[in-house]
């Protein structure tokens, strides 16, 4: 079957420093993979995506790789900002064309000044 | 409108109410999916729609869930004699079409079964 598995959280770092939040995946076929943000008291929001093996998805300085031979799509950012504090949710989308998303279980992530 | 808008944003039921929660897509989505988020999880496919029709409804976790979108617009999700573990955010979001173009969600209903 399909399914997405996140870190755990929270994950708690210092204005400017480094981030990595890992996620693989399981999925028949060639599945497209994202990358979706919940801030405080917003829904969800697309961060970034990638559709197939290789493709590096990116924005707001968020970037995530698409790889096939390791089944994963870890998210970073070189430098992370108090308003970046949020939810991050890997989702994937199996090999169909009906857009149905399966969705990590989220990881919380807080950043202090 | 300018983004999927749900309501109620919350709703409390008492254990064996019928309730009933609605969605207003984005304008010209042909896709809508109702997700269920069960506190510090992630959302959980419950059904699909293109247009008006009900293409996968295989996450429904019982035949108390149904859902319809008569018009190819608005729907409602509808939950028939509500359980304590019925109690979760309900989300819905909208697409053009297609696996690779981006789905928007809206905020939510949050429901509550006492």
């Known amino acids: 079957g399909n399914s997405v598995t996140q870190m755990e959280g929270p994950v708690t770092l210092s204005e400017e420093a480094f981030l990595t939040i890992n996620c693989t995946y399981t999925?028949?076929?060639?599945?497209?993979l994202f990358w979706y943000v919940q801030y405080p008291g917003e829904g969800l929001q697309l961060l970034l995506k990638?559709?197939?093996?290789?493709d590096k998805g990116s924005n707001k300085g968020f970037e995530a790789t698409y790889r096939k031979e390791t089944t994963s799509f870890h998210l970073e950012k070189g430098s992370v900002q108090v308003s970046d504090s949020a939810v991050y949710f890997c989702a994937l989308a199996p090999f169909s064309n009906t857009g149905k998303l399966i969705f990590g279980q989220g990881t919380t992530l807080q950043v202090k000044p | 409108g300018a983004g999927v808008s749900q309501s109620p944003r919350y709703k409390v039921a008492k254990r064996g109410q019928d309730v009933a929660l609605r969605c207003d897509p984005i304008s010209g989505h042909v896709s809508l999916f109702w997700y269920q988020q069960a506190l510090g999880q992630g959302p959980e496919f419950l059904t699909y729609?293109?247009?008006?029709?009900?293409?996968?409804k295989s996450g429904l976790p019982s035949d108390r869930f149904f859902a319809e979108r008569p018009e190819g617009s608005v729907s409602t999700l509808k939950i028939q004699r509500t359980q304590q573990e019925d109690s979760a955010v309900y989300l819905c979001?909208?697409?053009?079409?297609?696996?690779?173009?981006?789905?928007?969600f809206g905020q939510g209903t949050r429901l509550t079964v006492v």
């Open positions: 729609f293109q247009n008006e029709a009900q293409l996968d």
């Open positions: 979001a909208s697409s053009l079409e297609g696996a690779n173009t981006e789905a928007f």
């Open positions: 990638a559709t197939k093996a290789d």
């Open positions: 999925a028949t076929g060639y599945p497209s």
